[in-house]
């Protein structure tokens, strides 16, 4: 019994030992990923911070689609977390390759460079809150088209992830009850739909709908002209095959005089 005893001690100190040890790492900021992970929750200590992150939207019966934005479902800080995983998971992809990461000085880094990429510059669109878009009554009542664009658009195919370049316009016909946004705000708003992997048919579809959305307007136009390199630099490699697709809503598919406007000032710029 006295040994039995000795050793239930023994196991209480050890775990109070780890226990301290861990929380002390994370308050000096840690950078490992196992304690990234084990500051997730209790109950998910060792499980890859990808995995909490899915439980979390399963739970929710929330859809994940490469085209969907989870910022709602990312915890603050955790966004690191998810470079450092990812970064592991590529150093196996290239290894696969067989690419010697350890002589090669081209690629020493590579696969953190890649995930940091991903996760914070080409699919940040995934990851992040919508750009906060500041409205203004329509105190002068304008009805009248207004064109923004060409909007550089820069994403990726979900089909191979290869870039897709491009430029889109955007035609607002306010009403007088329409709330109006900033110029700028059109460009951020376009920049998060589409840092994501995408599908042009899809991605002019969601921007239609979001501007629809905030500012009510009585029609509104997309036009998106772009290169895609899974046509270009793979497959076919037709390097000048182009996709042009639009969106039309409201007066914009009712009038066909507006759309002949729209349309032909487009060709003008």
Known sequence: MAIQKTLTKKTVTNKTTVAKSAKQLIKKGSNSVAVKRASVSKGDAGTPLSVVIRRRI??????FHANDNISAFIEPGELEGL??????????VLESLVIDTQSDHNTKNTSKRVAKMFVKEVFNGRYIEQPTLTKFPNVSRLNELMIIGPITVRSACSHH??????RIWIGVLPSKESALIGLSKYSRL????MCRPQ???EAVVELADMLEKKIKPIGVAIVMDADHFCMQWR?????????VNSVMRGAFLKDSNLRREFLSLLEKR
Request: glycine share 6%.
């Open 83 to 92: 470079v450092d995983e990812v970064a592991e998971k590529m150093q196996a």
């Open 190 to 193: 376009t920049e998060w739909v």
């Open 199 to 201: 599908i042009q048919e």
């Open 58 to 63: 399963e739970a929710q019966k929330a859809r």
């Open 161 to 166: 992830l290869c870039p897709i370049m491009g």
């Open 235 to 243: 497959g076919v490699k037709d390097r000048d095959s182009k996709m």
